[in-house]
Each structure stands twice: as C-alpha cells, then as structure tokens.
C-alpha cells in the first residue's frame, strides 16, 4: 500500500512570513500533484511535478520533487491570509489510476 | 468550460436507507473517479471509469457500496443500506489523456442520522 504522509498537520503563521509543508513516502510516484482545498469546496489543482528533481514556481509559491520521485515540498513566501486552505499532495501511480493523497497541511495565514 | 458537477449538495438519511449520489464529470473526460473525504482520513480513493468500465474498484469498502456509469459520462455512487460511518463528504472528479490530471466537483456532503 502506497503512504503519503504530510507535514505539518497544522501551521499557523503571521502574514508575511515563509513556510514549508513536506510530502514525504517510501514508494516511487510517476507523478505528483498538489491540491488546494476551502471549507465546502472540492480540492482545486495547483501544479503537477513528474520529473525527479523538478522546480515549478506559481507566483509566490514553489513545488520541488524529490530526485528519487518520493518526495515533494510546497514552500510559500510572504504569506498571505488568502493562503489559508487545506495543502493537500497526492501520487499518482501512472495513467488513469486513482490518486493516493496525504491527510492534508491545514494552514492559516493570520492577518 | 462547466467543472464537474455532483448533486446533491447535502444529503441527510435515516440509517438504514440508501442513498444515490450524482456525479457529471467535465465534457470529454474519459475518467472518472470517486473518492471519500471523512474528518481525520483525509481523501480516500473508491473507484473508478474508463468510459463506462470500472478497472479498479478496490477501494469500495463494503459490498453496499456500488457504482456505474452509463454513455461514458454521469455516473451514480449507490449505497445501501447506510451506516452512520458512511457520513462523509463524497467526492468525484474527472480526467483525460494524456496529463490525466484530476479534476473535482465540490461534493456531497451525506449525514447518517
């Protein structure tokens, strides 16, 4: 059974300051996407990683996939309170297959 | 374009009903999948479409839930007989060749009573 785990659960934070959220498992990922999710909304896409080592950058935010295609990491600079939201990762085991996701970063940015 | 859309919004039941969840994906989407979101398990894979087949459908916890989907599009999620471990938010999203990145509606939120 593939794992993602996620941290930190929780993070709250002054506006302005950076953070880091981690996805970490012990099974190889062709791919990896993360989610944005609000109270009563379904998650919404921010960026799919596939190649190990990968960087992509979406304005003040920065996904990194690990080399090995284990591991990723979301950093946020300058955060702001339109920020908070559940940060959600999930593998994907290739093609059509469903997606494994971890429990989820909740993260509020405090004005 | 439309996103995928899911009906109904809420549902509350008496346990020991079944219940029918809607689920109309993005026009075009060959996939479909459902997946159920419960406080502190966070997103949890049930099943999903190929066009109207179902490959994998591991991850239905009992044998009273079920699925289908007909003419490659709007698909159902049935369960039976409902218990009060089955409230919980159920989500479906969509996807396509070649990225097969997945797409979700804003789900159904089901309360067993």
């Known amino acids: 059974t593939q794992l993602l785990e996620q941290s930190p659960q929780f993070l709250s934070i002054q506006e302005g300051e950076n953070l880091t959220v981690y996805c970490n498992s012990s099974s190889v990922f062709s791919s990896l996407q993360w989610y944005r999710q609000e109270p009563g909304e379904g998650p919404v896409l921010l960026v799919t990683v596939v190649t190990g080592g990968e960087v992509k950058k979406l304005k003040r935010l920065t996904f990194q996939f690990g080399d090995a295609r284990k591991d990723s990491s979301l950093h946020i600079t300058a955060a702001q309170p339109g920020d908070t939201g559940l940060y959600l990762c999930a593998g994907a085991g290739g093609g059509a297959d469903g997606l494994t996701f971890g429990k989820g970063t909740h993260l509020i940015i405090q004005p | 374009g439309a996103g995928v859309s899911q009906s109904p919004s809420n549902k509350v039941t008496e346990k020991g009903k079944d219940v029918e969840l809607r689920c109309d994906p993005i026009s075009g989407h060959t996939a479909l999948y459902w997946y159920r979101q419960s406080l502190g398990q966070g997103l949890e894979f049930l099943i999903y479409?190929?066009?109207?087949?179902?490959?994998?459908k591991s991850g239905l916890p009992s044998d009273r839930f079920s699925a289908e989907r007909t003419g490659g599009s709007v698909s159902t999620l049935t369960i039976q007989r409902t218990q009060q471990e089955d409230s919980a938010v159920y989500l479906c999203?969509?996807?396509?060749?070649?990225?097969?990145?997945?797409?979700f509606g804003p789900g159904t939120r089901l309360t067993v009573t």
């Open positions: 479409f190929q066009g109207n087949s179902a490959p994998d």
């Open positions: 999203a969509s996807s396509s060749y070649p990225t097969y990145e997945q797409y």
